[in-house]
């Protein structure tokens, strides 16, 4: 980052979330998954813009729409218009999008992400209503090029939101994003997979002499399908830029592609010259007109937002800001958590938290499970996390209980009883081991006597197995070095 | 007996509902009717004989089951109808005049054809339309043009030029056209025939290939005002396939009475504005005198006259033409060749547009969307569309002033009788001058009735228009049936009406 010291960058999201309705924008046809569905199954004659067809507005979208712009802290019009925003491509239908423009449905909003830094709120310009183009498949064959059009995503409800250019490093470019997909997730709008093309993230870019109040020339950055992928291309975007100006060369205003294979953004061939969308007033709906009630009612009914609750987490629980990150990040994961812990009241957070973002995270991994889907029910995790807690198993046993639990659906206890693993912290018993272990590895007794004192360790693991396991190490370590010393002792005399 | 074909459509629904006649006869009359004067006439662009056939068989079926048990049947039951070409009938061909949808065959039915399906009535055929109802003569059909029953040397008018000619030559009892500029209107006036444009959202728009949609409303022609209401009254009210439709639940006293039925036959107390921006010169002293003598007879039968000011009538023509073609040019883009209608291949995609569109749309749709798309451009919306809008306002607060004053406004619906063909044809800005007394009507969104009221001396009928206030179709409906109880001229015939 040193090497950029000279020049500053002011970089805006534009982001597109695909809104999870039933049915999509302004017509009743079901939303599918368009990477996987079979082409045009979803659609009717309104999203195919066939001849007489007129858009009616989804409900639904309207009020997921106002849960993201509520939870964003914006500002909801009471009235909002939509607009045709007119071009020709074959993945349009009508020749126009309808969405919105002079009058979006909501402005002045601000989400708060959390950075090396600090925190930081970034400001919201406008939340808007659109639907989706269909898709296109460019196919070469037999010598022949052409395209295909799938209309299935067309008429997809989708919402686009707009920060004003508050971002300046790509670590904020991606917690802004990280921390929107969150949102969007937690309010249930959108599944957030950018993978699949539901959450679609175009930054612009600029950078200026630091210290400089001017904006620079910005371009645009499109094809980003991951994070990684967005922090990648908006660093090496200010980098180009930064190169650029120290050369004295000017930088295009363009839209750019990111070529992920070779870690560059690369000039987008342009589907025409510069566009005129001429847009104005959709004719065929009338202006959204909002009922204070109703946005009221989803107001009251917006869950706890991350950004409050990654807080509370910490100053509640006294979690680590990585614990509290992690574990609210995923909404059904912090619900999770508080579940586990409310069978629990008595247990300490922190260790229940990383119960779940060590082992269990690890097994969702290995196994591609989301938290909903394990077998171990956040008050059976907390039995097991009281039970090392209390001192009945310890530590590597629960971690084997924690898997057979994940494997079979069993109670710890239950899997404790079954396979005898109750930890042993009989005083007598562990001595007995301890004093075979001794009897039997003199040799190593010898080598530990000549000043050998990692022999110690090993004589532990050996009491440990003699025990299955299954004995209390910290009984186990003490008596081991109350003998080892009894030994030493007799032998100086 | 006269003519199954002379009848009115309130006529033929009492025939039919009385066993006077069949709806298989009826149907059948029509059709070798339209077999016989069709062909010179080219009112319909396409004739649904065999549909027809069938559903009149159904149709009687259920009439004579319905007799024997003494029940109503549904209004319409039986009774054949024809629909202009921009309203998408299920399984026909709906070209709306225009070479981009020739083959074009829907998925879907209207909902105002729909409804009346439902009713009981039987599309008779598509008639012919202006390409997209631009046009004021039916001459901008790509399939031919319609001429005048009353003078074949003449257009119909338009864009519902084959709906009008259709009704005036008794090829249908009533047919539904639309109305974006007076395109009901004006052809009804040149035919002779009794055409409404209802309130703006009165009746959905759901399957009505648009043309300016904040301005098209589907409408009726029909021999009399009381066949108009019929029809309007089955098809009007919310649809929610059309998020601009309103509620109308209307029942047909609503529309038939006479806006004071205590005084059957009289329109004592009803105050008819008379506004002087629709008598300019250049009206055609015969529309004059015709139209000054029909308010003279509604002056008699007891309403009074009120001159009005309508001051910002004169922009209404200018205004029209840029929201018009600037919805038309949004509303004509999905016409790309790509899912649907002919399309000519080309290297490039912007090559398949330009040479699709290029050759299958006609001139006067490229010019509207020349139009539409420049007063929609960067630098121009302002000064062209936004400025439109503003003044738009205006024209609608003309009216809302007037109608503090009066009940309903009359005026002449064009300045001139029917013209000869061609006529206009190299000028077509003295083709958008017929539209001038239409115009405002859509523009405020508010109900127009047009009606005849006399021939010129060359025999053509002259119609006078009634507009009304927003969802007052009644009072325009009772007062042009109070006129038509007293006079006939929407009794006359074209010359040719009678010679079968």
Request: glycine share 8%; hydrophobic share 40%.
């Amino acid at each position: 980052m040193g090497v950029r010291q000279d020049y500053e960058a002011v970089i805006g999201l534009e982001v597109h979330a695909e809104l999870q309705t039933e049915s999509k924008m302004f017509c009743a046809c079901p939303v599918v998954d368009s990477t996987v569905a079979a082409p045009n199954i979803a659609v009717c004659p309104v999203c195919a813009g066939m001849p007489g067809v007129l858009p009616v507005v989804n409900r639904r979208a309207v009020e997921l729409a106002l849960r993201v712009a509520l939870a964003l802290e914006c500002e909801i019009a009471p009235l909002s218009v939509f607009a045709r925003k007119n071009y020709f491509y074959p993945d349009l239908p009508k020749g126009y999008q309808i969405s919105q423009y002079e009058q979006p449905l909501a402005r002045n909003g601000g989400l708060t992400i959390f950075v090396s830094t600090g925190e930081k709120r970034v400001r919201i310009r406008r939340v808007h209503l659109e639907e989706d183009t269909g898709k296109l498949t460019h196919v070469e064959k037999n010598g022949q090029s052409y395209s295909l059009v799938d209309l299935n995503r067309a008429g997809v409800p989708l919402l686009e939101i707009v920060t004003e250019p508050d971002l300046h490093t790509p670590e904020e470019v991606r917690a802004y994003a990280m921390a929107l997909r969150s949102l969007l997730r937690y309010v249930g709008a959108n599944s957030g997979d950018m993978q699949k093309g539901v959450m679609r993230i175009e930054p612009n870019v600029s950078v200026r002499p630091a210290g400089s109040a001017e904006l620079g020339t910005r371009t645009e950055i499109k094809n980003l399908n991951s994070f990684r992928a967005l922090e990648r291309s908006v660093d090496y975007e200010i980098r180009r830029q930064s190169e650029l100006l120290r050369q004295g060369q000017r930088v295009v205003q363009q839209t750019l592609g990111w070529d992920e294979a070779r870690g560059v953004t690369v000039a987008q061939r342009s589907k025409e010259e510069a566009h005129d969308y001429r847009y104005f007033p959709e004719p065929d709906l009338p202006p959204l007109v909002l009922d204070p009630a109703w946005v009221e009612q989803i107001r009251r009914d917006l869950p706890e937002l991350p950004a409050a609750r990654y807080r509370r987490f910490q100053q509640q629980h006294g979690l680590s800001a990585y614990n509290a990150e992690v574990l609210v990040a995923e909404r059904p994961v912090a619900d999770y958590f508080e579940a586990a812990l409310a069978a629990r009241p008595e247990l300490p957070p922190k260790q229940l938290a990383n119960w779940i973002t060590g082992e269990l995270f690890g097994w969702m991994n290995t196994y591609n499970q989301s938290i909903d889907e394990i077998k171990v029910a956040p008050a059976a995790l907390a039995e097991l996390v009281g039970m090392v807690v209390s001192g009945e198993i310890n530590q590597n046993t629960a971690k084997s209980v924690l898997a057979e639990m994940l494997e079979s659906g069993k109670s710890a206890a239950q899997v404790v009883k079954e396979k005898g693993l109750r930890q042993v912290s009989d005083q007598a018993q562990i001595e007995a081991w301890v004093e075979q272990v001794l009897a039997d590895n003199p040799t190593q007794v010898e080598s530990y006597l000549s000043g050998k004192e990692t022999v110690a360790q090993w004589l532990f693991g050996q009491v440990m197995r003699l025990g299955r396991g299954q004995a209390n190490p910290q009984v186990v370590q003490q008596a081991l070095q109350r003998k080892l010393l009894a030994i030493k002792q007799s032998h100086t005399r | 007996m006269s003519e199954l074909t002379d009848l009115t459509l309130s006529e033929c629904i009492s025939g039919l509902q009385g066993g006077d006649f069949s709806s298989l006869e009826l149907v059948r009359a029509y059709l070798q009717r339209i077999e016989r004067l069709d062909n010179s006439l080219h009112a319909y662009l396409c004739v649904l004989a065999e549909q027809a056939l069938a559903q009149a068989k159904d149709a009687d079926r259920r009439l004579s089951s319905w007799r024997k048990e003494q029940e109503a049947p549904p209004p319409l039951m039986g009774v054949p109808l024809a629909v202009k070409d921009v309203l998408c009938v299920e399984g026909a061909p709906t070209t709306c005049g225009s070479r981009i949808l020739e083959n074009f065959t829907p998925p879907f039915t209207a909902t105002a054809v729909e409804r009346l399906q439902k009713a009981g009535a039987i599309v008779l055929g598509k008639t012919n339309t202006d390409e997209f109802a631009m046009g004021s003569s039916t001459e901008n059909s790509a399939y031919g043009l319609t001429r005048n029953p009353w003078d074949p040397q003449r257009v119909p008018g338009g864009s519902s030029g084959g709906s009008a000619a259709a009704v005036a030559a008794r090829l249908a009892p009533a047919a539904l056209g639309t109305d974006t500029g007076g395109s009901v209107r004006q052809p009804a006036s040149f035919c002779g025939v009794t055409g409404l444009k209802p309130t703006y959202g009165s009746v959905s728009r759901y399957g009505l290939v648009a043309f300016g949609s904040s301005l098209d409303v589907v409408g009726v022609l029909a021999h009399d005002a009381r066949d108009a209401a019929l029809v309007f009254q089955h098809m009007a009210g919310r649809d929610p396939l059309d998020a601009t439709s309103v509620e109308r639940n209307l029942t047909p006293s609503d529309l038939t009475r006479a806006p004071f039925p205590e005084r059957e036959g009289e329109l004592r107390g009803l105050r008819i504005g008379v506004p002087r921006e629709y008598f300019i010169p250049g009206l055609q002293a015969e529309v004059e005198q015709a139209v000054r003598a029909a308010l003279a007879l509604f002056e008699s039968l007891g309403a009074e006259l009120v001159e009005v000011n309508l001051p910002h009538t004169e922009y209404a023509l200018p205004v029209y033409y840029l929201v018009a073609p600037a919805e038309a040019s949004a509303n004509l883009a999905r016409f790309d060749g790509i899912r649907y209608g002919p399309r000519l291949p080309a290297d490039e995609l912007w090559q398949v547009y330009r040479r699709t569109r290029g050759q299958k749309f006609g001139p006067e749709v490229k010019r509207r969307i020349m139009l539409g798309t420049y007063a929609l451009s960067a630098g121009y919306y302002d000064a062209y569309y936004g400025q439109a809008q503003k003044v738009r306002t205006l024209i609608r607060q003309d009216f809302e002033r007037a109608f503090q004053q009066v009940d309903v406004i009359a005026a002449p619906v064009t300045p001139n009788t029917a013209f000869v063909i061609g006529e206009h044809s190299d000028d077509p800005l003295s083709m958008y001058l017929e539209d001038i007394f239409t115009i405002p009507a859509n523009l405020a969104g508010i109900p127009g009735l047009a009606f005849p009221v006399g021939f010129d001396q060359q025999g053509l009928p002259v119609g006078m228009q009634l507009m009304g206030p927003h969802f007052r179709e009644d009072l325009l409906l009772g007062a042009a049936g109070v006129y038509q109880q007293a006079t006939d001229w929407h009794r006359r015939t074209p010359p040719d009406g009678r010679s079968g």
